[in-house]
T-cell receptor, first 114, second 110 residues
């Protein structure tokens, strides 16, 4: 498809396990964003990529969170030693132009930490 | 004060009515403004950008008031399909400077 693709769509894991979430942006989009949305809450910015570099990682909640992007395309968000408070929907978005472009969101990865 | 504030609602509105809601922002240097729509358990999608002079797209009108630091969204002749959460989004500079409000929940009733 032509949209932003995220996987897995649903992930249930046990506390303490590591999880990896994947985002495949729209082809040609240079900017890629990760957000987190908890139940009934707004979108919390985590990190963005311009190409393969992440100029600002300050939105990541703790050092258990990391993200990378390779080849200016696919990005992975890794959460180590998951905690129950990590349970949320993790949304990836991409845009063609980093400062002014419309954000196109994927359907999200719903993470549940038991 | 939160950067972007919205009345969470829900706004319960009869079909065919006109409804409007506002969003206030705290950063006077904010540069760009948007309304996104999010359906239940779906991803946000851009509804419309908000221009300084105000803009209209069909039944939807967006306005910006820089002096009072708020943007508004007006929906005329509301449809059942307009039921959704409307997210106010403000860009305040910097490549990551998009701030999302928590959204206003709108329910159009038959």
């Amino acid at each position: 498809g032509a949209g932003v693709s995220q996987s897995p769509s649903n992930k249930v894991t046990e506390k303490g396990k590591d999880v990896e979430l994947r985002c495949d942006p729209i082809s040609g989009h240079t900017a890629l964003y990760w957000y987190r949305q908890s139940l009934g809450q707004g979108l919390e910015f985590l990190i963005y990529f311009q190409g393969n570099s992440a100029p600002d990682k300050s939105g990541l909640p703790s050092d258990r969170f990391s993200a990378e992007r390779t080849g200016g395309s696919v990005s992975t968000l890794t959460i180590q030693r998951t905690q129950q408070e990590d349970s949320a929907v993790y949304l990836c978005a991409s845009s063609q132009i980093i400062l002014f472009g419309e954000l196109f969101f994927g359907e999200g990865s719903r993470l549940t930490v038991l | 004060r939160k950067e972007v504030e919205q009345d969470p609602g829900p706004f319960n509105v009869p079909e065919g009515a006109t409804v409007a809601f506002n969003c206030t922002y705290s950063n006077s240097a904010s540069q760009s403004f948007f309304w996104y729509r999010q359906d239940c358990r779906k991803e946000p999608k851009l509804l419309m950008s908000v221009y300084s002079s105000g803009n209209e797209d069909g039944r939807f009108t967006a306005q910006l008031n820089r002096a009072s630091q708020y943007i508004s969204l007006l929906i005329r002749d509301s449809k059942l399909s307009d039921s959704a959460t409307y997210l106010c989004v403000v860009r305040s500079g910097g490549a990551d400077g998009l701030t999302f409000g928590k959204g206003t929940h709108l329910i159009i009733q038959p």
